[in-house]
């Protein structure tokens, strides 16, 4: 018996077709890391099915970075035990893995409480997880990777993969991974590990593959991905301007964007690349946490207010349509009104089309959750409301400039009325026209006629078009 639908293609020859479900929370990362979980699996005969009840094995990969991310955890551990045991009453098997960082993190508890769950994985390990699951099977106990491994993943997942899933347009793409800063609130040098880079090569291929497969924009992805310095052809290092430049130049690729980066890391090379690869997208996702230099310092953040807004300037002289977002965080220990309010004043003075801004949430074994002064919830909502209504003013302004403009649009879906299709501009608002589908995979001119709450339309203009 299995949950695969009728119309799923073959199984890998020889083995019996195995319905795979995923469940992704977090961030992009967690999202290309399912992708490529998948992957690993399609030898033994997995593919992905639509709901829990359907699939021989489920995949929870989790989140640590914010807010009772355990207790979701076994919240939602409950709801698949639940299937899991509906299916046993059926004769029917159920591997149930959790992967990511809360399963980094607490790996231990997690076998410790729900003892039903048979795999336990970090993200540095998921390459072994056809091992791991063949060791379930056999052990018919729980099997838990949570190491970081000698070996790089990356060196160790199938070249010949399909991307992601066949027929995407856009696409994201890991080069990097971990983090050496050490921010006072983050969890994630704990549970990424060390900060690592993929060379070259294996970055390249990757993209070429996706390019070969359909995928017109790609997002280089990395907890600092513009601390990127991977091993290049001739020994060298490459930086991520360099990369951008080698993957600008494959044909068929439009769009290149990457995220996270840090501030500290934004050097004079990549700035430059802004100024002179067109195919990098004018949208820089930049977060800043805090406008105030003593809560900066406290956070460990290795840069000033200032540093930030000279940083942006040089950005806005290299490229200047580029469009900011950022991450905030409000109610770190220490952080006092005036501090908030510098928060907000380096808000008014840079100017974001799109932000998130966070409470700060004290995480296990981080320097800043075990800090004086905490700073009280009621005091971190309001600033929170705060914070949101400015950056949502701001947002709505940006999106409104657009309005009358004539701007490049990839077209990657139908729409949800009938008659549109939509896509992303180059500062990633979702665009609707009215289409054809046959227009899907093409980055077209379309002239902005309105806002709407998180999206905007427009009409096509057929005398341009990009190549
Ligand atoms: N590497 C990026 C950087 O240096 O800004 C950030 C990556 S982090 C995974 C994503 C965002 O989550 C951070 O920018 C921060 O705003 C937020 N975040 C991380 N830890 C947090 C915490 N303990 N409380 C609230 N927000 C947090
Ligand atoms: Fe976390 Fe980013 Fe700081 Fe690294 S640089 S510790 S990922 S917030």
């Not at 971990?178 to 704990?190: A, R």
Request: with cysteine.
């Amino acid at each position: 018996m299995t949950g695969l639908p009728p119309s799923s293609p073959s199984p890998a020859r020889g083995l019996p077709a195995r319905g795979l479900h995923v469940i992704t929370w977090g961030c992009q990362m967690n999202v290309y890391d399912s992708a490529r979980m998948s992957d690993v699996l399609r030898p033994l005969g997995y593919q992905p099915v639509e709901t829990p009840e359907a699939a021989d094995m489920i995949i929870l990969n989790t989140c640590h970075i914010r807010d009772r991310a355990a207790e979701k955890v076994f919240s939602e551990l409950g709801r698949l035990r639940k299937i899991k045991d509906e299916r046993t009453a059926h004769g029917e098997q159920t591997i149930i893995a959790v992967a990511g960082c809360v399963a980094q993190a607490e790996g231990q508890e997690i076998l410790a409480r729900a003892p039903y769950v048979d795999i336990v994985l970090g993200p540095q390990t998921y390459h072994r997880l056809p091992e791991m699951v063949a060791r379930a099977a056999r052990a018919g106990g729980a099997v838990i990777e949570t190491d970081f491994p000698a070996e790089q993943k990356f060196d160790f997942l199938p070249d010949a993969a399909a991307p992601q899933t066949p027929g995407n347009l856009t696409a994201f793409l890991t080069i990097q991974e971990g983090c050496d800063k050490f921010c006072s609130f983050c969890v994630v040098p704990y549970t990424r590990g060390a900060e690592v880079s993929r060379p070259v090569a294996s970055v390249l291929a990757e993209a070429r593959r996706m390019v070969e497969s359909g995928v017109r924009e790609i997002s280089l992805l990395g907890q600092n991905v513009n601390a990127y310095h991977g091993a290049g052809p001739q020994g060298d290092v490459w930086g991520l301007a360099q990369l951008a430049e080698a993957l600008a130049a494959i044909p068929g690729l439009n769009r290149i964007r990457y995220a996270t980066s840090h501030p500290r890391d934004m050097d004079a090379a990549l700035i430059a690349a802004h100024r002179d690869i067109p195919a990098l997208m004018p949208f820089l996702h930049l977060p800043v946490q805090s406008g105030s230099d003593k809560i900066l310092r406290a956070m460990n953040r290795g840069h000033t207010a200032d540093d930030y807004r000279e940083i942006v300037r040089k950005l806005h002289e290299a490229r200047p349509d580029l469009a900011l977002s950022s991450d905030f965080i409000v109610g770190h220990p220490g952080e006092t009104d005036e501090d908030f309010e510098a928060t907000m004043q380096l808000v008014r003075d840079v100017t974001f089309a799109q932000a998130y801004s966070f409470k700060y949430s004290p995480r296990p074994g981080t320097p800043a959750a075990g800090a004086p002064l905490q700073v009280p919830e009621d005091v971190k909502d309001a600033r929170l409301q705060a914070l949101q209504a400015l950056l949502r003013e701001q947002q709505d302004a940006f999106n409104q400039s657009l309005v009358g403009q004539t701007v490049p649009v990839l077209f990657t879906s139908e729409g949800r009325k009938p008659g549109q299709i939509s896509g992303r501009s180059p500062w990633l608002q979702p665009v609707h026209v009215t289409g054809t589908p046959d227009l899907i995979g093409q980055e077209l001119p379309v002239r902005i006629t309105e806002r709407l709450t998180n999206s905007l339309n427009g009409v096509l203009e057929e005398e341009k078009v990009y190549a």
